[in-house]
Antibody
Framework: EVQLVQSGAEVKKPGESLRISCKGS????????ISWVRQMPGKGLEWMGR????????NYSPSFQGHVTISADKSISTAYLQWSSLKASDTAMYYC????????????WGQGTMVTVSS | SYVLTQPPSVSVAPGKTARITCGGN??????VHWYQQKPGQAPVLVIY???DRPSGIPERFSGSNSGNTATLTISRVEAGDEADYYC????????????FGTGTKVTVL
């Protein structure tokens, strides 16, 4: 079964750092980009950026460039989303997603990781 | 950057047809994908490339795209179709290439 499994919910304080993960299985991890999508409470979906796990090339939305870092370790089929200094406004559900082969529709989604940032 | 506009809400009686629109400048020239998101769950792809259905998606779900509007149609609506629906396109000219619509809450009366 093709799936993306994300790490568990996190509760952090402002200014703290955090890395969440997304592990792919059931397919060739290096053959598909992985994107990260944010969903703030009660709001819509926002594309944050993506990574090509084969060479770790990344693209970021201007809205998130410089505030998050996307990385991957192809040896363990895992992508990461990282913050060096969290803000309360980072409180959201974060999804990783994989597009269809050669396309731009996301057919596989992780279950989501809820990040809560509160003092 | 490219903007996709959806109505905030659509209400429909069971057994009837729901139509959810997604407006964008010359969207007919792009491929449109649709996602269903139920409360507490990750999005699920229900239509891709305007009108294709992934495996396991009922034939009741269909899509079309022309001019400045794409439409997701849900026929013979069931209670289980109550969810948020998002359209999405790829905008190759943008530095934010994956664009999601604003989302539509479908309520089954």
């Amino acid at each position: 079964e093709v799936q993306l499994v994300q790490s568990g919910a996190e509760v952090k304080k402002p200014g703290e750092s955090l890395r969440i993960s997304c592990k792919g299985s059931g397919y060739s991890f290096t053959s598909y980009w992985i994107s990260w999508v944010r969903q703030m409470p009660g709001k819509g979906l926002e594309w944050m950026g993506r990574i090509d796990p084969s060479d770790s090339y990344t693209n970021y939305s201007p809205s998130f460039q410089g505030h998050v870092t996307i990385s991957a370790d192809k040896s363990i089929s895992t992508a990461y989303l990282q913050w060096s200094s969290l803000k309360a406004s980072d409180t959201a559900m974060y999804y990783c997603a994989r597009p269809v082969l050669g396309g731009d529709a996301f057919d596989i989604w992780g279950q989501g990781t809820m990040v809560t940032v509160s003092s | 950057s490219y903007v996709l506009t959806q109505p905030p809400s659509v209400s429909v009686a069971p057994g009837k047809t729901a139509r959810i629109t997604c407006g964008g400048n010359n969207i007919g020239s792009k491929s449109v994908h649709w996602y269903q998101q139920k409360p507490g769950q990750a999005p699920v792809l229900v239509i891709y490339y305007d009108s294709d259905r992934p495996s396991g998606i009922p034939e009741r779900f269909s899509g079309s795209n022309s001019g400045n509007t794409a439409t997701l149609t849900i026929s013979r609506v069931e209670a289980g179709d109550e969810a948020d629906y998002y359209c999405q396109v790829w905008d190759s000219s943008s530095d934010r290439p994956y664009v999601f619509g604003t989302g539509t809450k479908v309520t089954v009366l």
